[in-house]
């Protein structure tokens, strides 16, 4: 009886291992892939990341053509929504406290940019579309309740570094450039 029982278990195991083998996977962008590949030179990236599980650690850690977004959650309910458009991306994001929020929605030449909130209910919205130029970013929080808001880029803007601290602090930052 035993060795049978082994035996089942033993095939079992196996034909998981079986299917879980599968074939290269052409990456599209559509609804169900968060990847997508437009050309050797142009890469798109969509990535969304929530962590709604009480005490939830989530870490994620993406590369490719010359791309690096990492992001870092620790906490709960931290979100993490980005689309990036650009020829180089590498993008840090760092998350430590309950209900933080970061949305990114960039278009650039190249995107290099550290986000970092220590804190409870922070919000950062970063948005630069259709940029010509190289851009490079800090935002960093630290504290409660505080909000960022950038709304495009320019010559001027483009190498920014904002720090938040203390609690309730509201900055909205709105760059105009004649392209």
Do not use: W
């Amino acid at each position: 009886m035993k060795s049978i029982s082994l035996n089942i278990i033993l095939c079992l195991f196996f034909f998981q291992l079986v299917l879980a083998q599968g074939e290269p996977v052409n990456y599209k962008y559509d609804d169900d892939n968060n990847i997508s590949l437009l050309d050797k030179k142009e890469a798109t990236l969509y990535i969304s990341s929530n962590s709604h599980i009480v005490n939830s650690r989530a870490s994620l850690n993406l590369q490719l053509m010359g791309s690096n977004v990492q992001i870092q959650q620790i906490g709960n309910y931290n979100s993490v929504n980005s689309y990036l458009k650009s020829k180089i991306i590498d993008i840090s994001v760092v998350q430590k406290g309950n209900n933080n929020e970061v949305l990114l929605d960039k278009q650039a030449n190249s995107l290099n940019q550290k986000v970092i909130q220590l804190g409870n209910n922070n919000k950062i919205h970063d948005f630069a579309l259709y940029t010509k130029y190289d851009v490079t970013m800090e935002l960093i929080q630290k504290g409660n309740n505080q909000n960022i808001q950038n709304f495009g880029s320019n010559s001027i803007s483009r190498d920014m570094k904002v720090i938040q601290s203390g609690t309730g602090a509201s900055v909205i930052i709105i760059n105009s450039s004649k392209q």
